[in-house]
């Protein structure tokens, strides 16, 4: 009878201890591997808000500042571009095609971006993916307004309802522009990106809801109302930012050298994927600690195993005594003890790696609907094998003290009848 098969006959005796060990071990291992699914699943998100974008370019700043306000609408822009300058780079030969975005209002909390129809048709995301309506489509009169899905499912919005934009930002809205007001004219589908928290309008909307404004408050006597201002050719005299995309991405360099060195205005132009990354590694910390909790987790249902198996040797004090009567040595006692924990922590990594993938499989579709985070289920990766593999050699060592505790047990020991 060997030593594996041995061990196997003494935990089905004790079939219930042996299977809370392994499932306090699986428990333990599905959310060890869960989190690094969650956290490559967030950074991948992450870095897939903006896509197909070679560059981003805006006023003199830094690049994560650009990167902020222009993709995750935090902060605000230290200066706009002007239109001229804005048109010398839509002109340039290594431009594909160029967005212009505008910043500067809210409605009711929530940042408005005034664009262009193209915005809808060149906004990639996680990879490669376009923006989807949910329902209607781009904006096609002068004050249509395109919203995010996360803008209709908290203010209640349906195609058709009327939208009062404010100047500014923040969620108490002091001045608004009233006088003109929006309508929806279509709701984006979720995407997990800060786009589901945007109210879109266009470039012609925003010159003509700040006709009178120039002196941040609403001159009475200069404005406009719907139907004069669909009357007027408006045409912006700066932006806040662009995105840019080029004919080849071998020219990317080049044109963020004419950007970053023109004469006209000081001006910035970042790649979206290395400003990601610097980003990243700035709030990258959770990451990491959530890592450092879910080890303590496994540590501790490892020293649960351990605790389940030293608590048990005294109910197997004649079985051992008994395997040493009939010439098992030290090799047999330790070997089995050690077989056992093996077994033990084999079965908690299978049990617990297949409970995960299972729960992947079910939660995925409610996970990137709501929240637009998309987990890929793949093998396990590189860093998640290692993980396995010291989990299993650290179980397999647990068992030394528990097969060291059985050694030290005399023959004499193991034979009394204790009352």
């Not at 006023?59 to 994560?64: E, F, L, Q, V, W």
């Not at 945007?198 to 010159?207: C, G, N, P, Q, R």
């Not at 396990?380 to 047990?409: K, Q, S």
Request: glycine letters at 8%; charged letters at 20%; a positive charge.
């Amino acid at each position: 009878m060997t030593v594996v098969r041995l061990a196997l006959l003494s935990l089905r005796n004790r079939w219930l201890t042996a299977f809370l060990a392994v499932l306090a071990i699986a428990a333990s291992v599905a959310l060890l591997l869960g989190v690094e699914k969650l956290r490559t699943g967030a950074r991948a998100s992450f870095a897939n808000t903006i896509a197909a974008t070679d560059l981003i370019v805006g006023a003199r700043t830094g690049s994560i500042q650009l990167l902020l306000y222009t993709v995750f609408r935090i902060g605000d822009a230290t200066n706009n571009i002007s239109w001229r300058s804005y048109q010398i780079i839509a002109a340039r030969p290594e431009v594909d095609w160029i967005v212009p975005m505008s910043l500067g209002d809210s409605h009711r909390g929530f940042r408005v971006l005034g664009t262009s129809r193209d915005y809808f048709d060149r906004y990639r995301f996680r990879r490669d993916r376009p923006l989807e309506f949910q329902a209607g489509g781009p904006f096609a009169d002068l004050f249509d307004a395109v919203i995010g899905a996360d803008v209709a499912s908290a203010l209640g919005y349906r195609l058709g309802d009327p939208m009062v934009v404010a100047h500014g930002l923040g969620e108490i809205e002091m001045a608004k522009h009233d006088d003109l007001p929006f309508r929806v004219a279509g709701i984006l589908r979720k995407t997990g990106t800060p786009v589901d928290r945007t109210v879109h309008v266009s470039l012609a909307a925003i010159e003509a809801i700040h006709i009178g404004w120039e002196s941040g408050r609403r001159d009475a006597a200069r404005t406009l109302s719907a139907d004069e201002a669909a009357q007027l050719e408006l045409q912006p005299r700066a932006v806040t930012a662009a995105l840019v995309g080029l004919k080849s991405r071998l020219a990317v360099f080049r044109l963020q050298r004419f950007i970053n060195e023109y004469r006209g205005e000081p001006l910035t132009a970042i790649l979206p994927g290395v400003a990601l990354q610097q980003l990243w590694s700035l709030v990258g910390t959770a990451e990491t600690a959530l890592l450092a909790v879910s080890a303590m987790v496994v540590v501790t249902a490892l020293l649960g195993m351990v605790t389940m198996v030293l608590a048990t040797l005294n109910e197997r004090r004649r079985e051992i005594a008994i395997l040493r009567s009939i010439g098992a040595g030290p090799r047999t006692v330790v070997g089995l003890m050690m077989a056992e924990a093996a077994i033990l922590t084999i079965a908690g990594v299978l049990t617990g790696t297949a409970a995960l993938y299972l729960v992947l499989l079910a939660i995925r579709p409610y996970i990137d609907r709501l929240y637009g985070l998309y987990l890929e289920i793949d093998p396990p990766g590189g860093h998640e094998l290692i993980a396995i593999a010291v989990i299993i050699v650290a179980g397999c060592l647990a068992g030394l003290l528990p097969a060291w505790r059985a050694y030290r047990l005399s023959l004499a020991d193991g034979m009394t009848v204790r009352r």
